[in-house]
């Protein structure tokens, strides 16, 4: 059973910065390509960032690359998004996802 924990978010000024962890179980983890997407309040999903299974290859969506940065630990079946320069637009629920099942997410608030 696929099982994916987000954590790390939190409340953060213009500028700042916060690093999401995503521990993932359930599935053989270092084999395969991860996401992060976003969901802002009363709009839809919004893809962030993939990262294939050794970490070799990234990519990023427009609105948040130099920005942020996604890496895995596939010793300890974790992926991460360092985010730094965060704008209030970053406000969302982010989430990992793998295939098709998501986390439950953590909320980032970028707010003065």
């Known amino acids: 059973q696929v099982q994916l924990v987000e954590s790390g978010g939190g409340l953060v000024q213009p500028g700042g910065s916060l690093r999401l962890s995503c521990a993932a179980s359930?599935?053989?983890?270092?084999?395969?390509?991860m996401t992060w997407v976003r969901q802002a309040p009363g709009k839809g999903l919004e893809w962030v960032s993939t990262i294939n299974s050794d970490g070799g290859y990234t990519n990023y969506a427009d609105s948040v690359k130099g920005r942020f940065t996604i890496s895995r630990d596939n010793t300890k079946n974790t992926l991460y998004l360092q985010m730094n320069s965060l704008k209030p637009e970053d406000t969302s629920v982010y989430y990992c996802q793998f295939a098709v099942s998501r986390g439950q997410g953590t909320q980032v608030t970028v707010s003065s």
């Open positions: 359930g599935f053989a983890f270092s084999r395969y390509l």
